[in-house]
């Protein structure tokens, strides 16, 4: 369940972080609002998470789904440069975090 409720706050990590590039430096009243409560949650969430996982793994996984996601949403909804070498990185990055759940117990 854990491992869900990691994966859940990183999506979240996701909304708040676009939520947060529509807010114009918290000039926009709605994004900045989304943005702050998809902050909290996905925190929230993570510290869930945190009473049964190790904190380096699940962080890594946290900070990684956020990554990931906010870069291809980036490149797919907001026109985003793409290039090789960008989604390299990516993927080093995916399987990083897949690497770190194989390993954890």
């Not at 380096?56 to 900070?63: D, L, Q």
């Given at each position: 369940?854990?491992?869900?409720i990691?994966i859940?706050?990183?999506?979240?990590?996701?909304?708040?972080?676009?939520?947060?590039?529509?807010?114009?430096?918290?000039?926009?009243i709605?994004?900045?609002?989304?943005?702050?409560?998809?902050s909290?949650?996905s925190?929230?969430?993570?510290?869930a998470?945190?009473?049964?996982?190790?904190v380096?793994?699940?962080?890594?996984?946290?900070?990684g789904?956020?990554a990931?996601?906010?870069?291809?949403?980036?490149?797919?909804l907001?026109?985003?440069?793409?290039?090789?070498?960008?989604?390299?990185f990516?993927?080093?990055?995916?399987?990083?975090?897949?690497?770190?759940?194989l390993?954890?117990?």
């Open positions: 369940m854990a491992w869900l990691l859940v706050a990183g999506l979240l990590e996701i909304i708040w972080a676009i939520a947060l590039k529509n807010s114009d430096g918290f000039r926009k709605w994004p900045s609002v989304v943005g702050i409560s998809f909290a949650l925190f929230v969430l993570l510290t998470a945190l009473k049964s996982l190790p380096g793994t699940a962080y890594a996984v946290w900070v789904i956020g990931v996601g906010v870069a291809v949403t980036g490149i797919v907001l026109g985003e440069e793409v290039s090789l070498s960008r989604l390299g990516l993927a080093m990055i995916v399987i990083g975090v897949i690497g770190l759940r390993v954890e117990n």
